[in-house]
T-cell receptor, first 113, second 114 residues
């Protein structure tokens, strides 16, 4: 069964600190993996996409990694800001004509001053 | 203006009432989706449509129906609302011809069934 597991479920950090969110998946065939940021009460917005051949990709203070061998991805946030408080959702796209999307349940990050 | 617009944004209704949530998009995408989000459960797929004539059930379609009135419009109906349908509902679109899996979400419709 295709699954996406995220950890931790929630995380509280102080402003200015770094943090890393984890995403493990068992999806086959694998097409790509996206990280979304969802602010409270808003729709999710894509932060970055990782394809099979990519190991690391940065988007400002956000850096995503992908290890296709171990089927793990991480999202590292550097020098956190209050505006980083949100839920972060990992979504894996399965290959094929349907392009099924498998969602993780998200990690809720709270950045405190 | 938002690319994916949902109405209403908030709705409180009573058990047994019929409710329609509407979604319209200006992105020109062919694929549209309805998800519900519950605390601790994440986003779950209710229905999806690949074009006007193609409607598909998702993992939690029971108690819901949809209508794809045009490429740009996709409505979700609850024929007889029940309290466990209280949730945050999201419409999303996706482009297929250069698919990279990215979904574009609306702002959400918060539904409370009393």
């Amino acid at each position: 069964k295709n699954q996406v597991e995220q950890s931790p479920q929630s995380l509280i950090i102080l402003e200015g600190k770094n943090c890393t969110l984890q995403c493990n998946y068992t999806v086959s065939p694998f097409s790509n993996l996206r990280w979304y940021k969802q602010d409270t009460g808003r729709g999710p917005v894509s932060l970055t996409i990782m394809t099979f051949s990519e190991n690391t990709k940065s988007n400002g203070r956000y850096t995503a990694t992908l290890d296709a061998d171990t089927k793990q991805s991480s999202l590292h946030i550097t020098a956190s800001q209050l505006s980083d408080s949100a839920s972060y959702i990992c979504v894996v796209s399965a290959g094929g004509s349907q392009g099924n999307l498998i969602f993780g349940k998200g990690t809720k990050l709270s950045v405190k001053p | 203006d938002a690319d994916v617009t949902q109405t209403p944004r908030n709705r409180i209704t009573k058990t047994g009432k019929r409710i329609m949530l509407e979604c319209s998009q200006t992105k020109g995408h062919d694929r549209m989706y309805w998800y519900r989000q519950d605390p601790g459960l994440g986003l779950r797929l209710i229905y999806y449509s690949f074009d006007v004539k193609d409607i598909n059930k998702g993992e939690i379609s029971d108690g819901y129906s949809v209508s794809r009135q045009a490429q740009a419009k996709f409505s979700l109906s609850l024929e007889s609302a029940i309290p466990n349908q209280t949730a945050l509902y999201f419409c999303a679109t996706r482009r297929w011809d250069r698919d990279t899996g990215e979904l574009f979400f609306g702002e959400g419709s918060r539904l409370t069934v009393l």
